[in-house]
């Protein structure tokens, strides 16, 4: 079981997010003057293409942002997700250049908001900040890489399982993943009627069970038989790179 985290931020304290909790307290404080926080829902759109990206969203807690991309018949296909380890908005590019895909809150929680112009310009004004955030932008590119690879050589059965456990991992750790079967379908870029036949597999075999609107993972240690290694890839770049900012299942941070 993955320990809960807690998600409300107390006077003072950093909000939860693990790209913010990295940051030193000069660059934090360089921040933090900055910032409105809201609630945001399940199916918010924060960006469409073209728009112009001119606010950074940073998700916390249970928060989760997926990227993605339209294709020409018509379906979306997720590419990565994004939750309480990054932020999604001007974090590759510089910020205020048309958004190419569509970005929408997958899971609600809150949320900080920074204008992409103040981070531009506290970057400017801090080395320190600006080598952060450029190393979580090659996190969340060896993200999108990876999600290339998987979607060419692995099986609908194992992403299905990496897709869980990564949104598992992200939220309150209860076990429930609010996903439906549609929106798996999506995230997979296949047909309802396939990513039903795995999950009716899987709870078959007693690794997950269904609720309305929802997953409930029973067995992870089969889950994460089942599923390619393609999270722990991912992992191990951040650890790398960015150490301490993906989050970890064992401490809920």
Not at 29 to 47: K, N, S
């Amino acid at each position: 079981m993955l320990t809960r985290p807690e998600t409300t931020t107390k006077a003072g304290e950093r909000p939860f997010n693990n790209l913010l909790r990295r940051l030193s307290d000069a660059d934090y404080a360089l921040l933090v003057p900055y910032f409105t926080q809201d609630e945001a829902r399940p199916d918010d759109l924060l960006y469409s293409p073209g728009d112009d990206v001119e606010i950074v969203h940073f998700p916390c807690g249970p928060g989760l942002v997926s990227y993605m991309v339209a294709n020409e018949d018509g379906r979306d296909v997720e590419t990565v997700l994004i939750g309480r380890e990054g932020a999604v908005g001007g974090i590759v590019s510089q910020g205020y250049l048309p958004a190419y895909t569509r970005i929408i809150v997958k899971f609600g929680g809150p949320f900080v908001r920074l204008s992409v112009g103040k981070l531009e310009a506290a970057k400017t004004n801090s080395p320190s900040l600006r080598n952060v955030f450029a190393r979580y932008a090659d996190c969340m590119l060896a993200q999108i890489f990876q999600a290339t690879a998987c979607n060419a050589i692995h099986s609908i059965e194992q992403r299905t399982a990496k897709w869980i456990i990564s949104a598992m991992e992200r939220t309150e750790g209860d076990g429930t993943v609010p996903l439906t079967h549609e929106q798996f379908a999506t995230m997979l870029g296949v047909g309802r009627s396939y990513t039903s036949r795995v999950i009716q597999t899987f709870k078959a075999e007693g690794i997950l069970d269904t609720r309305r609107g929802s997953i409930l993972v029973r067995n992870l240690d089969a889950l994460r038989i089942r599923s390619c290694l393609c999270n722990e890839a991912v992992k191990n770049h951040f650890e790398e790179v960015l150490r301490g900012v993906y989050p970890d299942p064992e401490t809920g941070n």
